[in-house]
């Protein structure tokens, strides 16, 4: 059986190299520079792949993780969780679609909802690095 313990901070670390690269392929297609974006939102996605699989791993092993912290901080970071875990749940159909579209050169119908999925793949992405330290590195 797999030791799944480092599994939080590889899905965290795997979120925030997502996110990063979601900012290059940002300033990269403003550039014009077409082919490095297509290579760096390829590489976005590919981490997004790689954390879900991850994280669906590590919970179907670990369970689920309880918050420590009490009070208003309590209160914030269910704030982040919900607001996190229901544009979660878009991300994969919306980076889909907008992959899928892009390949086939659709490209009016990529940006279209490429404007829509950057900034919940983005929020969603910074949102699970957040949750990461609210629960396992900061002591509550």
Known sequence: MLD??????LNATLNGTAAVLLVCGYFLIRARRV????A????????S???????????SQAGSVRFPGT???????????LTHTVLAAAVPFLALITLVRALRRKFD?????ARWTLP????????????????YRIGW
Do not use: D, E
């Open 35 to 38: 082919k490095a974006h297509r």
């Open 71 to 81: 009070g208003s901080v309590r209160t914030i970071y269910l704030g982040i969780l």
């Open 109 to 113: 119908r990529h940006r279209a909802i």
């Open 4 to 9: 799944v313990s480092q599994l939080p901070t």
């Open 40 to 47: 760096v939102m390829l590489a976005a996605f590919a981490c």
């Open 120 to 135: 919940i793949w983005l929020y969603v992405s910074v949102t699970g690095v957040v949750i990461y330290w609210m629960l």
């Open 49 to 59: 792949v790689l954390f879900l699989a991850s994280y669906l791993y590590y919970h």
